[in-house]
């Protein structure tokens, strides 16, 4: 097997067609690669990940959002469709947003009615059409466990998003599913919850689920929008772990795999930086990524950097995978060549 080293080499294309993840405000360096390699052959290059101080402004972004469509909801849901479209333009800000909802009430149950998709207007996030059910959930507990593991466990979520689900509720939760399996269908998704809450049991319930809880009580549709961008914008604060991965992008063609070589304040364990990080300073992690020669084709695919499992930058690598050796291994090819038949040459 030919391996190669090569540190902060960087191979500028003259062209190059850029996933939707290329523009982001955290970044990798080197921003391009390309390099072509023989079968089995592998080649091992230093990448820099650039954290910045700022919250990522063009990393894919899922949010769904869940009501409580009880008799007791109606002004919030109606206040929340009001509201829609400049939430969804705020949290476009944050990344490349794909938005949907779903319901819960009592005693009947629906889940996700629109999926994400990257329409984000209150008509194609399924806002605009969430019902309002009067007379409905009057013995306190609702379905709100199924509501939020069925989004958990349902939505489309796009791979390395940074996954969020807003529920809006004035009430306990009921099972089932029990606390435990909730949590475990959010953990599952890697996706953060946030409650917009407008009674104290639905916001003990969203902590004890591990999600965060702001009041929704007195706020006027501008308060509202402002509750939900900042809610989403401090998950973005802090972060324990830092890696690189293309997520299985360049398979079949080309393996990946990546060691942690240095981790700014924290430490390097395998290919994770680890450590109690904030984005009060800007921080860099290094990483040595190895590509390694599986099929003849030529292969591009992301690397993307991920924060506490969630993508906030990327970059392009294309690798040229060959069954005919590198010039330069021709060269040492021919050199062997020679070298033999001087050998021979002096034997006879």
């Known amino acids: 097997m030919n391996i190669k080293l090569i540190k902060g080499a960087t191979f500028a294309l003259a062209a190059i067609i850029m996933t939707p993840f290329s523009a982001i405000a955290d970044s990798i360096d080197p921003a391009v690669y390309a390099t072509t390699l023989g079968l089995g052959d592998s080649v091992t290059i230093r990448k820099t990940v650039t954290i910045t101080k700022e919250s990522p402004t063009t990393a894919p972004l899922d949010v769904m959002f869940i009501f409580d469509t009880t008799g007791s909801m109606g002004t919030e849901i109606n206040q929340a469709k009001a509201a829609a479209n400049s939430i969804l333009t705020g949290l476009a800000g944050f990344g490349l947003l794909q938005s949907g909802s779903g319901w819960y009430n009592d005693p009947t149950f629906d889940g996700v009615r629109v999926d994400l998709n990257s329409g984000n207007t209150d008509v194609t996030s399924g806002i605009s059409t969430v019902p309002f059910i009067s007379g409905s959930g009057g013995?306190?507990?609702?379905?709100?466990?199924?509501?939020?593991?069925?989004?958990?466990?349902?939505?489309?979520?796009?791979?390395?998003?940074?996954?969020?689900?807003?529920?809006?509720?004035?009430?306990?939760?009921?099972?089932?599913?029990?606390?435990?399996?909730?949590?475990?269908?959010?953990t599952a998704a890697n996706a953060n919850l946030i409650g917009i809450s407008y009674d104290g049991a639905f916001s003990a319930d969203i902590a004890d689920l591990?999600?965060?809880?702001?009041?929704?009580?007195?706020?006027?549709?501008?308060?509202?929008?402002?509750?939900?961008?900042?809610?989403?914008?401090?998950?973005?604060?802090?972060?324990?772990?830092?890696?690189v991965d293309d997520l299985g992008g360049g398979m079949p063609g080309v393996g990946f795999s990546?060691?942690?070589?240095?981790?700014?304040?924290?430490?390097?364990?395998?290919?994770?930086?680890?450590?109690?990080?904030?984005?009060?300073?800007?921080?860099?992690?290094?990483?040595?990524?190895?590509?390694?020669?599986?099929?003849?084709?030529?292969?591009?695919?992301?690397?993307?950097?991920?924060?506490?499992?969630?993508?906030?930058?990327?970059?392009?690598?294309?690798?040229?995978?060959?069954?005919?050796?590198?010039?330069?291994?021709?060269?040492?090819?021919?050199?062997?060549?020679?070298?033999?038949?001087?050998?021979?040459?002096?034997?006879?």
């Not at 390395?160 to 606390?179: H, L, M």
């Not at 109690?276 to 992690?285: N, P």
């Open 210 to 243: 591990g999600g965060t809880a702001y009041s929704g009580v007195g706020l006027d549709t501008a308060g509202l929008v402002t509750t939900i961008l900042n809610s989403v914008g401090t998950t973005f604060d802090t972060y324990s772990a830092v890696t």
């Open 139 to 186: 013995d306190t507990p609702e379905m709100g466990y199924a509501g939020i593991s069925d989004a958990a466990d349902t939505a489309s979520w796009r791979p390395g998003s940074n996954r969020f689900i807003i529920a809006f509720g004035d009430a306990n939760f009921k099972t089932p599913p029990t606390e435990a399996a909730t949590i475990a269908s959010l």
């Open 258 to 348: 990546a060691t942690c070589v240095s981790a700014d304040s924290g430490a390097c364990v395998g290919g994770d930086a680890t450590g109690s990080f904030d984005r009060s300073v800007e921080r860099t992690f290094e990483y040595d990524v190895t590509f390694t020669g599986m099929a003849e084709g030529v292969h591009g695919f992301d690397t993307l950097a991920l924060v506490d499992g969630s993508t906030t930058a990327a970059e392009r690598d294309t690798i040229t995978v060959s069954s005919v050796p590198e010039p330069g291994m021709l060269a040492l090819l021919g050199l062997g060549l020679i070298g033999m038949g001087a050998t021979r040459k002096r034997r006879s």
